[in-house]
């Protein structure tokens, strides 16, 4: 699965008592860098969960695909 591009000044991530990354707080992605991925991940939350751009979630609309959050 491909990468999405993060909006890195718009996205946040809280860090444990030791100053590691642990949870993603707010993540964004840049549209200009996902417009032509349908489905991807981000490194920023450590790729643990499928994204999908609003094409994707379109097309599941118009197909009455269910189940898409």
Do not use: H, W
Not at 18 to 37: C, Q
Not at 43 to 59: G, H, R, S, V
């Amino acid at each position: 699965m491909v990468e999405g591009e993060v909006d890195k000044s718009k996205s946040t991530r809280k860090n444990d008592e030791f100053g590691e990354p642990m949870t993603v707080a707010k993540l964004l992605f840049d549209e200009s860098g996902i417009e032509d991925k349908l489905i991807f991940k981000s490194e920023c939350e450590f790729y643990q969960a499928p994204f999908c751009n609003d094409k994707f979630k379109d097309l599941c609309q118009e197909s009455e695909i269910e189940g898409l959050f």
